[in-house]
């Protein structure tokens, strides 16, 4: 295992070794004037007087950027010093990677309680730890000597983030709405979705006319800059794959939101004010019908807003659309069109077959066989079908695919029935009131 140590820390601006020998309280110590003043002069003398400080309204964006950028080692950005000795500098996590052997701990700057600058625009950036009523909270400053050097730095360090992409996730907990970035697990490309020919263009080319650089199908024809689709449909017939292959395909800003039982108006109101600044983007909603009953005329207020939309391409899964509030369909603005996403026909499924590697364990004749028995199959369901056969093959090694989906289909119907149990003693299976 290897562990990555980090440089030797820069000095501290604000220490509790007070020269007179007397002790610091809380309302001193975290002094917002003092620790800004102190900062600026920093500044000063490091590279010239001219510095001013700038009202942020872009979301957490620049943040996220500057923790990606001290994550990769990015040399365009310099840490000066530390704000205050009490209050943690380091931040350690363990990183995974393709070669085992690369794998281990990191340590590294954190973003809080430091003080970075990009000296190339001579942008600085400090988030400054202070005293709130719940404990401890942070105060965002962003310095810079012109409006033309924080423009430049903020296109280049959008850029960045869109040629190594992260994807926003937004999950609503107990104490709010929680903010991550986590990479792609995997790139999915658009001959991966297998669906309907007609359906499947529908989508990519709404979203390829949406991203557009010039936009002009929506100047020329007046169509608001805001599209929102509800895909839904059985599980497991590749809604999630699909919505992966726009994330992998498409040059924009990608984020997920989690619903929970604990969304609320606060956090729907968040999510579409940090999903504004991050646009144009997609934001996609899963389980869209989970959606708490006491924030939905919220929810559906916020969709019918002017502005808070705009720019954001909404996409909405769910399993089960009986679920889902009827007024998110009877008023254009909210989804422009939902799509069925059907489970495959033999075409469909005899190609996925195919795709996922069926022709290294079995001729074309039994494929196609496989194709015609597997109806109501899931893309998901063919996917096990592979799997096991996978495993025949490689135990016994031969495959006998008829009698794989024979038992697939048994244990399927098992499933819709409740009845498992065939010794005699058969009962229905579930959850019992008391237990």
């Keep these: 295992m290897t562990i990555q140590f980090m440089k030797k820390e820069p000095p501290f601006i604000v220490r509790t070794d007070r020269a007179d020998g007397g002790a610091l309280n809380a309302a001193s110590y975290f002094n917002y004037i003092?620790?800004?003043?102190?900062?600026?002069?920093?500044?000063?003398?490091?590279?010239?007087?001219?510095?001013?400080?700038?009202?942020?309204?872009?979301?957490?964006?620049v943040w996220n950027g500057l923790e990606e950028d001290l994550r990769s080692g990015f040399p365009g950005v310099e840490h000066v010093a530390s704000l205050f000795d009490l209050v943690e500098t380091s931040i350690f996590e363990y990183t995974s990677d393709a070669d085992p052997r690369?794998?281990?701990?990191?340590?590294?700057?954190?973003?809080?309680?430091?003080?970075?600058?990009?000296?190339?625009?001579?942008?600085?950036?400090a988030r400054v730890p202070r005293m709130t009523q719940h404990g401890l909270g942070c105060e965002d400053l962003i310095f810079c000597k012109s409006d033309e050097g924080l423009v430049q730095f903020l296109e280049e360090m959008r850029a960045r983030q869109l040629a190594n992409p992260k994807i926003a996730v937004f999950t609503d907990t107990r104490d709010g709405l929680e903010q991550t970035r986590e990479p792609a697990a995997?790139?999915?490309?658009?001959?991966?979705?297998f669906m309907e020919e007609e359906l499947?263009?529908?989508?990519?080319?709404s979203i390829d006319e949406f991203f557009s650089k010039d936009r002009t199908f929506y100047q020329t024809y007046g169509i608001p800059?805001?599209?929102?689709?509800?895909?839904?449909?059985?599980?497991?017939?590749?809604?999630?794959?699909?919505?992966?292959?726009i994330s992998s395909t498409t040059s924009a800003p990608i984020a997920y939101w989690q619903i929970t039982e604990h969304t609320s108006s606060g956090s729907i109101k968040e999510v579409f004010e940090t999903a504004g600044q991050m646009a144009p983007m997609v934001l996609v909603i899963e389980d869209i019908d989970s959606m708490p009953a006491h924030c939905r005329s919220y929810f559906l207020n916020t969709l019918d807003g002017a502005t808070s939309k705009e720019g954001i391409y909404l996409i909405g899964t769910t399993n089960y659309p009986e679920k889902i509030d009827p007024a998110?369909?009877?008023?254009?603005?909210?989804?422009?069109?939902?799509?069925?996403?059907?489970?495959?026909?033999?075409?469909?499924?005899r190609s996925y077959l195919m795709h996922i590697g069926m022709f290294r364990l079995a001729d074309e004749e039994t494929i196609d066989r496989a194709a015609r028995e597997t109806e109501g199959f899931t893309l998901a369901q063919l996917s096990e079908l592979y799997a096991s056969a996978a495993l025949q093959m490689h135990y016994e090694n031969e495959t006998d695919l008829d009698r794989l989906i024979a038992g697939m289909?048994?244990?399927?119907a098992k499933g819709r029935s409740r009845e498992w149990m065939t010794d005699g003693q058969s009962r229905k299976l579930g959850f019992m009131q008391g237990e």
């Design 200 to 205: 499947k263009t529908q989508i990519y080319r």
């Design 102 to 125: 690369q794998n281990g701990y990191a340590i590294r700057p954190a973003v809080r309680n430091n003080l970075f600058v990009y000296p190339k625009h001579l942008v600085a950036l």
């Design 186 to 193: 995997y790139a999915v490309s658009r001959s991966e979705v």
């Design 225 to 245: 800059y805001k599209r929102g689709i509800l895909l839904y449909g059985k599980p497991g017939n590749g809604k999630t794959t699909l919505v992966k292959s």
């Design 34 to 61: 003092s620790i800004v003043q102190a900062i600026v002069d920093l500044l000063r003398e490091r590279f010239g007087d001219g510095f001013r400080l700038y009202y942020q309204d872009d979301g957490n964006e």
């Design 409 to 412: 289909k048994s244990d399927y």
């Design 328 to 349: 998110l369909m009877n008023r254009a603005g909210r989804f422009d069109r939902a799509y069925e996403v059907k489970s495959p026909n033999e075409a469909l499924r």
